[in-house]
């Protein structure tokens, strides 16, 4: 079903202007959250302002709506179920920036460099989901049913990774309070925008109404 209407988008004047956007949006939160990590993670300079990113990514989630809007208004009975998988696939960009300026923010309250074996782990992750964001993408961009099963298949292993980070620091006597904290939230973080990456995959294995669920054998 994503193949037909991966067609019809690239046919129709508007919906092929939304989907160009929605793929800009992707590659804004890739570099968004990558230079959030750096920051946190390698104490990289904040040359740039994470707030004025999330408002290019902002401008580009109300961008795609607009024109959604008007191609429906112009044809109501047409492309519906595809205009509310647009939709539904912004709001998952615009959660991956949020996230990202939340990575920006920790990094703030701690400042000091990070590591440990925790963070080791955590890094290991990171990798993995700077892999999970070019698999999304590219599973959108060409409308690869295997990629993106490959995606969901990949974040429900980054998934119990980062359970298992939180669990063995909840039972970890010795590390310090502040690194707990951190640790924590960072293995939260990663573990939510491999979930909204995971939910943009969906939409090229699921029909609708099953966006963000393992796909039906």
């Known amino acids: 079903m994503f193949r037909e209407f991966f067609q019809i988008w690239k046919k129709t004047g508007l919906l092929s202007e939304a989907v160009k956007e929605v793929e800009e949006m992707l590659l804004v939160a890739k570099n968004m959250f990558?230079?959030?990590?750096?920051?946190?993670?390698?104490?990289?300079?904040?040359?740039?302002?994470?707030?004025q990113i999330d408002q290019q990514l902002n401008k580009l989630q109300i961008s795609v709506r607009r024109k959604i809007l008007?191609?429906?208004?112009?044809?109501?009975?047409?492309?519906?179920?595809?205009?509310?998988?647009?939709i539904t696939i912004v709001i998952d960009?615009?959660?991956?920036?949020d996230y990202s300026k939340n990575l920006i923010e920790l990094s703030h309250k701690y400042p000091r460099r990070l590591e440990g074996k925790y963070i080791e782990r955590i890094r290991g992750i990171e990798k993995e989901i700077a892999e999970l964001f070019d698999e999304t993408i590219n599973a959108f961009k060409n409308a690869d049913i295997q990629l993106g099963k490959n995606a969901m298949e990949r974040h429900a292993r980054l998934a119990l990774l980062c359970e298992k980070i939180v669990e063995d620091l909840v039972e970890d006597a010795r590390i310090s309070t502040k690194m707990g904290i951190v640790c924590a939230l960072l293995a939260r973080y990663l573990k939510r925008v491999s979930a909204h990456l995971k939910n943009i995959a969906s939409s090229v294995v699921n029909p609708f109404h099953r966006l963000g669920y393992k796909p039906k054998n």
Do not use: A, W
């Open 34 to 51: 990558g230079f959030s990590l750096r920051v946190l993670m390698d104490k990289e300079k904040e040359k740039k302002d994470i707030y």
């Open 93 to 97: 960009v615009e959660r991956i920036g």
């Open 70 to 86: 008007e191609h429906l208004s112009l044809s109501p009975q047409q492309d519906v179920t595809s205009c509310l998988i647009l």
